[in-house]
């Protein structure tokens, strides 16, 4: 069933072009399992084909993500912690979870927002506890557009450059996917130690501090 969702997002951007990509990185920075590594490569595709600019496809995912992430900043700001942990479950946020994100929130703040963008799997949620927390939005808006131009720029570079190398990938969607998956893991990888040393830097130097 997933692999049809990805076809389909992928249409969406054939289709829609700027519009699909900003719809799909609004999903993907809300509750919604979209993964941007299969919306922004494939836009970036399209821009290697002159069909879009890259610039505007970079923008448009900046601009989706910013947008799925205020609305769930909204959201939780609104209905609250009590909410969140009666019906959170229904969409995989545990009591735990819940806990452990709002101390990460009120220990790295700004920071946190801006690595949190970078990384897998907490750019989705990291939303929801900033909301409660009532981090100021001003500043919330700030770090998740710089974090997430990042991202969308990276990912549209490394797009484009399998696009160059692969011209015919877009006349298979299920091979482009497959290709996109398989060297987007490196990204990743590198991505997620950048985060993790930052973390031991920070957690280091509150030790030092306290």
């Not at 299969?38 to 601009?63: D, E, N, R």
């Not at 009590?82 to 479950?89: C, D, N, R, T, Y």
């Not at 220990?107 to 963008?117: K, T, V």
Request: charged share 15%; aromatic share 14%; proline share 5%.
């Amino acid at each position: 069933m997933l692999h049809q969702f990805i076809l389909t997002w992928f249409q969406w951007v054939q289709d829609w072009g700027y519009l699909g990509v900003i719809i799909l990185m609004a999903m993907e920075s809300s509750i919604f399992p979209v993964p941007s590594e299969v919306v922004m490569p494939p836009a970036a595709f399209l821009a290697a084909q002159g069909k879009l600019s890259l610039w505007g496809v970079i923008l448009a995912g900046t601009f989706g993500s910013w947008l799925g992430s205020a609305i769930t900043y909204a959201i939780s700001r609104w209905l609250g912690r009590p909410f969140v942990l009666k019906f959170g479950k229904y969409f995989f946020i545990s009591p735990e979870k819940l806990e452990r994100a709002e101390v990460f929130m009120q220990r790295y703040e700004a920071g946190g927002i801006f690595f949190a963008r970078l990384l897998p799997v907490v750019r989705h949620l990291i939303s929801i506890p900033a909301g409660i927390v009532r981090m100021p939005f001003g500043k919330f808006s700030a770090m998740t557009i710089i974090g997430s131009f990042i991202w969308c720029a990276i990912l549209s570079w490394y797009g484009k450059g399998i696009a160059e190398r692969n011209p015919d990938l877009m006349k298979d969607p299920e091979a482009m996917i497959h290709a996109i998956k398989h060297e987007s893991l490196g990204i990743i990888a590198g991505i997620a130690v950048i985060g993790v040393l930052y973390f031991l830097m920070l957690k280091m130097t509150g030790k030092k501090n306290a």
